[in-house]
């Protein structure tokens, strides 16, 4: 199978130059650049399709430049509804650095991507030589066509000349590591086709010479119609500080039947034929889950590493009662307590008590009603006894009270 073939199979093509993909990516081994503003001091899930597309492109033969946006993450390009809030130089030099770590793990060392900052060239610009020798190349008319400012045009918020100004300094970026590095492709989201093609035109009109652009598809959850990303509220961080691996790992676990599919193309290096397999299996018995636990284990020991992915995925099972809380190891049972609800446990206390205060029942007479029907266990044990009580000298620290199969609650006695 091309690489072309594959990519489309798996999903990652939204949009290409040239008369075919085929003839972009397989017939010449080109480089390529992505770039990404420092906006935040992490990348997130949704920056993922993108560096799992570069990482395909490297295992090809191509050479991939990482382009962290230090000068343009200065301005930062149109949002749909509101003006960027900008950062100062010492907050983008912190982003830039983290970034760069991030991207440098999870696409390849030094010997497969070399990474540029266009604040080097960007900071040195002089403002009328840049009109004349490149704003000339953009029209007013052009501008105002692409999406993301034609949205911002029409609502009140207006658009203010800097954020206006991007699709340069991007059409910029490109010709310059088409000049200075025989860069030829560039790759990026959906949401960035028009200030990549400014770039393309830009080189052609400047250069007489031919670059290419593709975009992947921005990666939605199908079954609720949201983007990934920090601007949806439900961004997935790359870094451990901000999205712990447990959260990382139940994320991808708890991925709904109608995109786990897709996210296993996109995500893992899981071949297609076996994703097939694994998806012919899942719809014989959706209850196991196989997609989603093979997808959960791959994306967090790709960004995580498989020594934490084996302690959070015990820590998981653990929980819901696949493996014994007593087997777990210190530090697996530590996952749990920073990761699961916690309730902590003074003294001797009632159990339908601390089952209203974990909030597992509204009530005392609920808890007494989920106590009779057998739903309350405390770890592997059912509890059926509406006087039973709890205190440390019965129970391990820490011990699970759970109610039925998903609402568990880890108890901590003080």
């Known amino acids: 199978m091309k690489l072309s073939e594959e990519l489309i199979e798996r999903g990652f093509i939204h949009q290409n130059t040239g008369e075919s993909l085929s003839e972009v990516?397989?017939?010449?081994?080109?480089?390529?650049?992505?770039?990404?503003?420092?906006?935040?001091?992490?990348?997130?899930?949704?920056n993922m399709v993108i560096w799992m597309l570069l990482r395909h492109l490297?295992?090809?033969?191509?050479?991939v430049i990482f382009l962290v946006g230090g000068g343009t993450g200065m301005i930062g390009d149109p949002k749909p509804d509101a003006e960027r809030t900008l950062n100062d130089t010492e907050t983008i030099e912190t982003n830039v650095k983290k970034i760069r770590q991030q991207?440098?793990?999870?696409i390849g060392g030094d010997s497969h991507i070399e990474f540029v900052n266009n604040a080097d060239w960007l900071t040195e610009l002089n403002l009328i030589t840049f009109l004349r020798d490149i704003g000339k190349h953009f029209t007013v008319n052009e501008l105002i066509k692409k999406d993301a400012i034609a949205t911002r045009l029409e609502n009140e918020t207006g658009l203010s000349y800097t954020e206006f100004a991007y699709p340069l300094l991007q059409g910029f970026d490109y010709l310059t590591l088409f000049k200075e590095k025989d860069c030829t492709l560039q790759v990026?989201?959906?949401?960035?086709?028009?200030?990549?093609?400014?770039?393309?035109?830009?080189?052609?009109?400047?250069?007489?010479?031919?670059?290419?652009?593709?975009?992947?598809?921005?990666?939605?959850?199908?079954?609720?119609?949201?983007?990934?990303?920090?601007?949806?509220?439900?961004?997935?961080?790359?870094?451990?500080?901000?999205?712990?691996?447990?959260?990382?790992?139940?994320?991808?676990?708890n991925s709904n039947d109608e995109s786990v599919g897709s996210f296993l193309r996109l995500f893992t290096f899981v071949s297609l034929q076996e994703i097939k397999e694994l998806e012919i299996k899942h719809q014989e018995n959706p209850g196991e889950r196989m997609a989603q636990r093979r997808l959960a284990h791959e994306v967090t020991a790709f960004v995580h590493g498989e020594e934490v992915t084996t302690k959070v995925e015990r820590a998981s099972a653990a929980l819901f009662g696949e493996v014994d809380l007593a087997e777990l190891l210190e530090d697996e049972k530590q996952i749990l307590i920073e990761n699961a609800p916690t309730i902590e446990v003074s003294g001797d206390e009632q159990l339908i008590d601390i089952l209203v205060k974990a909030q597992l029942a509204t009530s005392k007479r609920e808890a007494r009603t989920f106590i009779e029907s057998g739903a309350i266990q405390i770890n592997s044990d059912k509890i059926s006894d509406t006087e039973t009580v709890i205190n440390k000298n019965n129970y391990s620290n820490p011990t699970l009270l759970k109610r039925g199969k998903k609402n568990v609650v880890v108890v901590l006695f003080k």
Not at 26 to 46: E, N, Q, W
Not at 58 to 63: D, I, L, Q, V
Not at 192 to 203: E, F, H, K, R, T
Not at 207 to 231: C, M, N, W, Y
């Open 188 to 253: 990026g989201g959906s949401d960035q086709w028009g200030n990549i093609v400014s770039g393309v035109d830009l080189i052609r009109r400047k250069e007489q010479g031919t670059a290419h652009a593709i975009t992947v598809p921005l990666v939605v959850d199908r079954a609720t119609g949201k983007k990934f990303g920090k601007s949806e509220g439900n961004a997935v961080w790359l870094d451990p500080e901000k999205t712990s691996p447990y959260q990382f790992y139940q994320f991808w676990l």
């Open 58 to 63: 490297t295992n090809a033969g191509h050479k």
């Open 25 to 46: 990516i397989d017939i010449t081994k080109r480089t390529v650049y992505h770039g990404i503003d420092p906006s935040a001091d992490s990348a997130h899930a949704g």
């Open 103 to 106: 991207a440098q793990k999870l």
